[in-house]
């Protein structure tokens, strides 16, 4: 979709809000709606919206760096995967010791990935537009580095 427009942020962000809306329908909306799986297939496409900072990254470097920048976003991924999947296991330590897993608890869970879906929007405002409707911004921002 970001080729077919020429541009990568609204589709990031796009596709980010639409990540943010269908964690708060599983997280808050009753059991029938949060469990259907239209919600889930919903999510599942728009997390390929997660891709698009790959393309900026290769659009935005030069060709002598461009692995070596997209070697350095997938090691962020990677990092902050494990640091999350760290941090999801200290919250639902309760259920691992024998007490009985709440909602609750799942929840906590989910409104952490819920703010970082959030946080992620509001960084993609920061991101030049590099798409081929935004390959003056991205020549611009070459030029100033």
């Known amino acids: 979709m970001s080729d077919r427009i ?17 964690e708060a329908i ?3 909306a009753p059991a029938p709606i949060a469990s259907y799986w239209a919600v889930d ?15 900026i990254v290769k659009e935005i470097n030069p060709d002598e760096v461009k692995g070596t920048a997209t070697g ?3 090691l962020i ?3 902050m995967s494990a640091i999350i999947g760290s941090i999801h296991t200290w919250l639902l330590t309760p259920s691992v010791t024998g007490e009985a ?8 869970v989910g409104l952490l990935g819920l703010g970082a879906i959030v946080l992620a929007v509001l960084l993609a405002f920061l991101l030049p537009e590099t798409g081929p409707s935004g390959a003056g911004t991205a020549a611009r921002v070459r030029r100033q580095t």
Do not use: E, Q
Not at 101 to 108: E, G, H, P, V
């Open 101 to 108: 897993l709440t909602a609750a608890a799942i929840r906590r």
């Open 6 to 22: 020429g541009r990568r942020k609204p589709v990031l962000i796009a596709g980010s809000l639409i990540l943010a809306v269908t």
């Open 26 to 28: 599983v997280l808050f």
């Open 77 to 79: 991924v990677f990092s």
């Open 72 to 74: 350095a976003t997938n």
């Open 41 to 55: 297939f919903v999510f599942g496409v728009a997390s390929g919206a997660a891709m698009i900072p790959f393309s």
